[in-house]
């Protein structure tokens, strides 16, 4: 898998995080393909129900941010990274639990192949630009789409 992150900007990320008290890593996802966004809506039994999100998830303790982006996509959707083109940017939001979460999202590419969800996680995958009707009609956080907004104006 080729990475165009270094070192110093996970470290810095990290730092930063530390600085601000958050408790909780998250990493995400934003894959395009034909121009659409994949993206993944939370089962109705699982925190935040129905939100429509980005593949990724929690960054497991001594677990690199790359490493886990990698691991999170394979389980989530099945595809496999070949690159890491950017960071994008993060936000935060409180968890399940109620720890300060920040969640940093990159800019991916993987191999073709079909994508398979994992249903205890997720009930649904959609692929769409923010463009089309359905993409209006989804629950997806206002974050979300800010993200999504900034991989299409750079990368269009």
């Known amino acids: 898998m080729k990475s165009n992150i270094v070192k110093k900007t996970i470290q810095r990320l990290l730092k930063q995080a530390k600085k601000d008290r958050v408790r909780k890593i998250v990493v995400r996802a934003v894959i395009k393909r034909n121009n659409k966004f994949l993206l993944l809506e939370r089962a109705l039994s699982d925190f935040l129900g129905g939100l429509v999100i980005l593949p990724g998830g929690t960054v ?12 999170e996509v394979k389980e989530e959707t099945n595809l ?3 690159e890491i083109i950017s960071y994008i940017g993060s936000f935060d939001y409180a968890s399940s639990s109620g720890k300060k979460t920040r969640q940093f999202n ?3 590419e993987t191999e073709p192949g079909n994508i398979r969800i994992n249903q205890s996680e997720h009930s649904n995958y959609y692929l769409l630009n923010p ?3 359905e993409f209006s009609k989804l629950n997806i956080s206002d974050s979300t789409k800010t993200i999504l907004s900034t991989v299409q104006k750079k990368y269009s």
């Open 60 to 71: 497991d303790t001594d677990e690199d941010l790359l490493q886990a982006l990698v691991r």
């Open 106 to 108: 990159f800019f991916i």
């Open 131 to 133: 463009s089309d009707e």
């Open 80 to 82: 496999v990274i070949t």
